[in-house]
């Protein structure tokens, strides 16, 4: 994304969110960089999940049906 980096783009989206239900929707990080540090920053600055890319099948089904994909 030329204009933002993701960490920009959450939180742009999270102050359209606030107050408003109707707009509540879970954000999912997805990032080549592969460092468990990288997963950690993501989920501490409020995305709900984060994918490691190259994005696995598993990986995405366990964190499109809520789970960790880890837990998968």
Not at 17 to 45: F, N, Y
Request: proline share 6%; with cysteine.
């Amino acid at each position: 994304m030329p204009e933002m980096n993701g960490f920009a783009l959450l939180q742009e989206i999270r102050q359209w969110q606030k107050g408003d239900a109707s707009r509540a929707c879970r954000l999912i990080a997805v990032s080549a960089h592969p460092a468990e540090q990288m997963r950690t920053d993501c989920l501490a600055r409020g995305f709900d999940d984060y994918v490691e890319k190259p994005v696995s099948r598993k990986a995405l089904v366990a964190v499109l049906s809520g789970l960790s994909p880890e837990a998968s």
